[in-house]
């Protein structure tokens, strides 16, 4: 993917896009009720403030969830929706954001345990929404991973000022850089049936980060694009749509948009010095009025405490559905019974092995929909 022009980050062109893009499915709905998912963070407040901007007639409402066990954005988010105007402003709180995971996996058709996009969407529809919009793509094509890019650089640089890592460096730089998302042991999780390798997981990356005329942090960016994004929250996001019967729009993420922000370096997104991401993005927002102020330079999201709540409840449930001989992903030979007793303790406090018990327990609970069929979507986990 090597960029056919450059050009300097011009917050009047995106605003130019993402209306555009707004218009594309409001413009022929001026009688719409519209819901915008609002997180608290950048891209969320930025959308809500164009659709007020541009479109100060439509019945808009913001939707924000707050997890019990987890970073609360939402009384952030309630200052951006009333410094905005609007009045209708929902927070959505789940006591157990695993209860209804075989209807949210049923949903997306993914074995995934993090799919709070199942909450926002079912009370977009319970609020009778038309139309569900979101700030997805802010992160990818603007860089708004701060919190990964300051260790992935320090890990390429070289002895020398002049040497230059090896795409297969910047690959295992990029996956140091997301620790949280497996254990040390990755190997030794699955069982026969899987043929897990690291070289197959290396090989999937590298084109990323080959020779692709993109410096290095905008070849994370373009990973990032082409992995979290493409194939998990915009298809995530769409399947809740499809399964809801909600329309859904993200302006973010219009062809024109990714284009333009494709065009921009790095180091016009990205302030290496003070970790700051989203530049383009928060001087559009600036234009706003004091809604700017009200944002962190740190990305914070969707963040359950997940050790918390492995101690309530997460233990329990992986107890009952993969432990004591009764996984089906264990016993056709697909995950590591092994692995699961080692590391199966209600006391467990490593995040990251809690993290991947319970991304075994939705490949689980995903196996007895899909596969073995034995598991009605409609159970509630508890």
């Known amino acids: 993917m090597r960029p056919s022009t450059r050009h300097s980050p011009s917050p009047e ?3 130019r896009l993402a209306v555009a893009a707004l218009h594309d499915i409001l413009g ?17 407040a930025l959308v809500l403030g164009l659709i007020r901007k ?12 707050r997890f019990e066990d987890g970073y609360d954005e939402t009384k952030r988010a309630a200052r951006i929706a009333e410094s905005l105007g609007v009045e209708q402003h929902v927070i959505v709180t789940v006591e157990d954001y695993m209860r209804e995971l075989p209807a949210a996996i049923s949903a997306a058709a993914l074995p995934m345990w993090d799919l709070h996009w199942y909450h926002v969407t079912k009370r977009a529809v319970a609020e009778s929404a038309d139309v569900l919009i979101s700030g997805d793509g802010g992160d990818e094509l603007f860089g708004g991973y701060t919190f990964r890019y300051e260790g992935f650089l320090s890990a390429i640089k070289g002895a020398a000022p002049t040497e230059i890592a090896s795409p297969d460096q910047r690959v295992r730089a990029y996956l140091d850089n997301h620790a949280r998302d497996y254990v040390p042991d ?16 290396r090989g999937v990356l590298l084109p990323y980060f080959g020779d692709n005329g993109l410096d290095p942090l905008e070849q994370v960016f373009l990973a990032d694009y082409k992995g979290k994004l493409a194939y998990n929250f915009a298809h995530v996001s769409g399947a809740m749509a499809r399964h809801f019967g909600i329309r859904t729009a993200s302006p973010l993420l219009s062809n024109d948009m990714i284009r333009h922000a494709m065009g921009i370096q790095a180091a016009k997104k990205y302030d290496a010095a003070r970790g700051v991401g989203k530049l383009p993005l928060r001087a559009l927002l600036r234009s706003m009025g004091n809604v700017d102020r009200l944002m962190s330079d740190s990305k914070m999201g969707f963040s359950p405490d997940t050790v918390s709540y492995w101690q309530r409840r997460g233990y329990d449930l992986c107890s009952l ?17 092994e692995w699961i007793s080692h590391n199966m303790s209600r006391d467990l406090q490593d995040v990251r092995y809690v993290n991947k018990l319970l991304g075994l327990l939705a490949f689980e609970i995903w196996y007895r929909i899909f596969v073995t069929r034995d598991l009605d979507p409609a159970t509630r986990l508890s």
């Open 13 to 15: 062109v995106i605003e």
């Open 28 to 44: 022929a709905s001026p009688d719409a009720r519209v819901a915008v998912s609002l997180s608290g963070g950048v891209d969320s």
């Open 54 to 65: 541009h479109f100060p007639n439509l019945n808009v409402s913001a939707i924000s969830v």
């Open 186 to 201: 990755q190997e030794k999780v699955f069982g026969p049936r899987m043929n897990f390798s690291w070289d197959d997981v």
């Open 321 to 337: 559905y993969l432990g004591g001989g009764s996984s089906r992903t264990v016993s056709h030979g697909w995950i590591s019974g």
